[in-house]
């Protein structure tokens, strides 16, 4: 049996005491960077969709690290480009497969990327997976806990609503706890 969402929320939750600066830190420079490249016209949007896939493999690991209490660094959200093809190959096939599901109609597309949703974690995981692999691991391990999930992205759509009335301050708290709680997730549902 699944652990409740709102038991990997607490989970997340306890996992982030006394790491919040770290997380924080590391999703501000995260996000910087990313949105700083498409920031840049067509050549910007180029380079963000080359850099998006490695920097989706370090922020997975960055966040499985803080997930199961290992040393979490910084230069974590860096090392998807240590497996730069796979992660970039991930990224776009997903980009992809999530792009074409939505032009039948919007319902495919969100069944698609919540299928896909635990790629970056799968590639983390194992060294030598390669990108088709893993996403063909994330359908199967997502089978049966596509509307879990969904639930839980509604609960964060809630969280961000409520980031906006902060004008924004709350989201520097609520883009590392999603990620630490989706990193929960994934351990939760992985099967050997």
């Known amino acids: 049996m699944?652990?409740?969402?709102?038991?990997?929320?607490?989970?997340?939750?306890?996992?982030l005491k006394g790491k919040w600066g770290l997380a924080i830190g590391t999703f501000v420079i995260y996000i910087l960077i990313t949105s700083c490249a498409g920031?840049?016209?067509?050549?910007?949007?180029?380079?963000?969709?080359?850099?998006?896939?490695?920097?989706s493999l370090g922020a997975a690991s960055f966040s499985l690290s803080i997930s199961r209490g290992n040393e979490a660094k910084l230069e974590q959200i860096f090392q998807g480009f240590n497996r730069f093809v796979?992660?970039?190959?991930a990224y776009l096939l997903i980009v992809l497969y999530v792009l074409l599901w939505t032009l039948l109609l919007i319902v495919p597309g969100i069944i698609a990327a919540l299928s896909y949703s635990m790629t970056?974690?799968?590639?983390?995981?194992?060294?030598?997976?390669?990108?088709?692999?893993?996403?063909?691991?994330?359908?199967a391990m997502m089978d049966g806990y596509k509307l879990k999930l969904f639930y839980l992205c509604l609960r964060f759509f809630l969280l961000a609503l409520l980031c906006v009335l902060t004008f924004g301050i709350g989201f520097f708290w609520l883009i590392p706890f999603v990620n630490i709680t989706m990193a929960k997730f994934y351990d939760d549902i992985k099967r050997p």
């Open 120 to 139: 970056f974690y799968i590639i983390s995981d194992a060294q030598s997976i390669k990108a088709e692999d893993a996403l063909n691991k994330s359908k």
């Open 39 to 55: 920031s840049l016209g067509v050549s910007g949007s180029i380079i963000s969709l080359i850099i998006s896939g490695p920097f």
């Open 86 to 89: 796979t992660a970039l190959s």
């Open 2 to 15: 699944s652990t409740e969402n709102i038991d990997l929320m607490t989970m997340a939750r306890e996992s």
